[in-house]
């Protein structure tokens, strides 16, 4: 399979854009969870912060009772973000072996029909959103990498026809703004 650059230029259009973009109020953004029924299951695909907020307690309790009646979807990128998390703590800590343990039961409790890995397609758009975002934005280095992960998580979403559950509501709203075919949920941690 190749990778079609000058598509994915032209569906983006990088070199029409020379604005900082403003994420939007919350009324004006598509992260709306009145348009999903509360009895209704929903499928999510859940944002790394999701899972260091939920080990650590720090979701709200109705939110926590959501993700548990939802149709859980993972991605690849954001594991992988998580395991970058639990290899970069200090392994002689008195938590890092909780740490562990808590992160390798997980990884071991998702069925393969559940996880989304993104191909080499959506790579190459997100790499086209988080360049755009840091020419626009002026991100440093370690924003650029935080982006790329960020838009590879939405765009995997977007592909497989889901929102991301996410706390960062400012940076998926721009990503949306550049790729409005996402969706996204944001909620605000306890």
Not at 156 to 183: H, I
């Amino acid at each position: 399979m190749s990778v079609d650059l000058r598509g994915a230029l032209r569906r983006r259009k990088p070199d029409k854009r020379s604005i900082r973009l403003v994420p939007r109020p919350q009324h004006e953004a598509a992260d709306d969870w009145t348009a999903f029924d509360e009895a209704a299951p929903l499928a999510l695909v859940l944002d790394t912060g999701v899972y260091i907020h939920s080990a650590a307690g720090r979701l709200p309790e109705d939110l926590q009772g959501r993700i548990e009646r939802a149709l859980l979807f993972h991605c690849a990128v954001a594991l992988a973000e998580l395991a970058v998390g639990v290899a970069a703590s200090d392994p002689v800590g008195p938590n890092w072996p909780a740490l562990r343990d808590h992160y390798a039961e997980l990884f071991g409790q998702i069925p393969d029909t559940r996880l989304l890995t993104p191909d080499a397609q959506t790579y190459a758009d997100a790499g086209i959103l988080a360049g755009t975002l840091a020419r626009l934005q002026g991100y440093q280095s370690h924003q650029r990498t935080a982006c790329l992960a960020d838009a590879l998580i939405f765009l995997t979403a977007a592909r497989a026809g889901l929102p991301v559950l996410t706390a960062n509501r400012d940076d998926f709203d721009l990503l949306q703004q550049l790729a409005p075919e996402g969706r996204f949920l944001a909620y605000e941690r306890d």
